[in-house]
């Protein structure tokens, strides 16, 4: 089996090797592929991996010796697979692999949020402590997050174990979810719409899907919702916030801060409005990217595949 890696590099900058991937077929991996390059290097190709690099219906078209795709991610947007089902192609991907990373992240840009260490530590290292006339000083506001209210759209795997790290943290949480589920296993929590998350949480975190019905329902109409103390944080999709309505309400102090780890366009575009907006952290789409994560993601791909060719698909999403 001839196997084609058109984007590797991300889970695998050189720490993370593709061995058990390596055994089941004569691989090939590229860091990366353009657009114009996509057809020519997926054309031998039996098995295809692919993490952001779209394949679509054409493209699809065109690929004869074409019999399997895993995609290298949760989401599997990037690949038309009601086309691929119409060609007989089963398409994978890995549901399960970031959820401790990804919440751990959250809370680590909510703790920035609410105590800027890195703002303080710049601060200290030109020269503001040793020239202060005070044993201590901080240049922003201060939040404690213990009896504030931690608002969650989306409640799945990641949502739920946010939500326990803010119960950890003395906070109580309320969700939102469009299927949603049993209630968890700590108190207080409570359901809600999700125009109620936005009224009523302290931080307001998305974790749920980007689908066709959700596309930018963050808005400048649900964030003047939101309690002017608010924080909004985003690691789920870039594509559901309106970027200029959010560094709008930033800009005009309608709410506290921001920090998204996803863009509606990635690598983000210079003029995103989020770049010169005030209280915005923004970081470069890294939640799920600890080498542990990355480490479980290979190698469910990696089991993927061979499931594949004992002619016992798993993970399918088609």
């Not at 530590?121 to 209210?149: H, I, N």
């Not at 931690?150 to 939102?176: N, P």
């Not at 920090?259 to 995103?272: F, G, Y």
Request: glycine content about 6%; hydrophobic content about 45%.
């Amino acid at each position: 089996m001839r196997i084609v890696v058109l984007d590797g590099h991300t889970l695998d900058p050189g720490d993370n090797p593709w061995t058990d991937i390596e055994a089941q077929g004569e691989l090939t991996v590229s860091d990366r592929t353009p657009p114009d390059k996509i057809l020519e290097r997926a054309l031998p190709a039996d098995i295809i991996l692919t993490n952001k690099t779209a394949l679509t219906a054409e493209t699809l078209s065109k690929l004869p010796n074409l019999k399997f795709i895993a995609v290298l991610a949760t989401g599997f947007n990037v690949v038309d697979v009601a086309a691929a089902r119409r060609l007989g192609v089963p398409v994978s991907n890995v549901p399960e692999y970031g959820t401790d990373s990804v919440a751990q992240f959250v809370f680590a840009l909510l703790l920035e949020l609410c105590h800027r260490v890195g703002l303080h530590d710049t601060s200290v290292k030109r020269g503001d402590w040793a020239a202060s006339p005070d044993f201590c000083y901080w240049k922003t506001p201060l939040m404690e997050l213990a009896g504030r209210t931690m608002g969650l759209v989306g409640f799945g795997r990641i949502g739920r174990r946010v939500g326990t790290l803010a119960h950890a943290f003395g906070m109580k949480v309320i969700a939102y979810d469009a299927v949603g589920g049993a209630d968890p296993g700590f108190a207080p929590f409570q359901w809600v719409s999700r125009l109620e998350v936005f009224r009523q949480a302290d931080v307001v975190s998305l974790h749920c899907p980007q689908t066709a019905d959700n596309q930018r329902f963050v808005d400048r109409a649900l964030l003047a919702q939101m309690r002017r103390q608010a924080l909004f944080l985003n690691t789920a999709r870039g594509g559901l916030v309106n970027e200029a309505d959010l560094a709008e309400a930033l800009n005009a102090d309608r709410i506290a801060g921001a920090a998204v780890d996803v863009v509606s366009t990635e690598p983000i575009r210079a003029d995103n409005p989020l770049l010169k907006a005030k209280n915005c952290l923004i970081t470069p789409h890294q939640a799920w990217a600890t080498l542990s994560a990355r480490n479980r993601l290979m190698k469910t791909t990696a089991e993927n595949i061979a499931a594949f060719l004992a002619g016992k698909p798993i993970h399918v999403v088609n």
